[in-house]
């Protein structure tokens, strides 16, 4: 008897639910480890690592947690509805990610200024500008293909593959420069064995296990 080829499928519908979940996780931590162990958030301030601060911030939460969210808008939002509607939410979730990305780097900019800290010399600032960078022109590109009313049909369905590869590749590239920023504070703090130290290292795990969740929304199938 030949097996059902359903059988061996698996929603997507629980690891979209996981992600949410993460989501509220992770930008817990990022707050609790800011405001209770690194002084707080200032854009002016003499205390020059609370204008830091907001880097961890918007890159964390503004930026990767969000852009995870508007991957998964296509299979958080109900199919049967409008796909206008997750078009939308997807573009406007982007649009805000890439608005607090270019926050997020405007404020290390200004905290090595003001430090007198030299600029763009670890890989981590390499690979985080390559990841704006890149991620700006993809939803440049989605917006003239997928929004943009001159766009021919034929040409959106033949650039929708490259588009979601592309975005996953930017989102993974996202996620793996914020765990080498994460790795770079803790050493440099000298965390080692502390409460603190416990926060970092979570917010990196969770970081992770999110990036997983977002994948597998996307290779995975809709649940109804």
């Known amino acids: 008897m030949a097996p059902n080829s359903r059988s061996y499928q ?17 930008a817990t931590l990022v707050f609790v480890w800011l405001l209770k162990f690194r002084e707080g958030l200032a ?7 609370k204008i830091f601060n907001l880097h961890p911030l918007l890159m964390v939460i503004g930026f990767i947690l969000t852009v995870g969210e508007a991957i998964m808008a296509y299979k958080t939002i109900p199919g049967r509805r409008d796909v206008q509607v997750q078009r939308v939410v997807h573009l406007t979730l982007q649009t805000i990610a890439l608005g607090s990305g270019i926050l997020g780097i405007v404020s290390v900019f200004k905290f090595q200024d003001e430090a007198e800290i030299p600029d763009m010399f670890t890989l981590h600032s390499w690979l985080g500008m390559i990841a704006i960078c890149l991620f700006g022109l993809q ?14 049909s034929y040409s959106r369905a033949g650039y929708t593959p490259w588009h979601i590869f592309g975005g996953l590749v930017i989102f993974f590239l996202a996620i793996a420069t914020a765990e080498m920023g994460l790795l770079l504070k803790f050493l440099r703090l000298g965390l080692f064995r502390s409460q603190e130290a416990l926060i970092v290292n979570f917010i990196g795990l969770l970081l992770f296990l999110f990036a997983v969740a977002v994948g597998l929304s996307v290779v995975l199938t809709r649940g109804y």
Do not use: C, D, Q, R
Request: glycine fraction near 8%; hydrophobic fraction near 60%.
């Open 10 to 26: 698996v929603s997507a519908t629980p690891f979209t639910v996981f992600g949410h979940l993460l989501f509220i996780a992770v």
């Open 43 to 49: 854009f002016e301030s003499a205390n020059k690592f």
């Open 139 to 152: 939803l440049l590109l989605g917006f003239f293909s997928f929004v943009f009313p001159g766009a021919e």
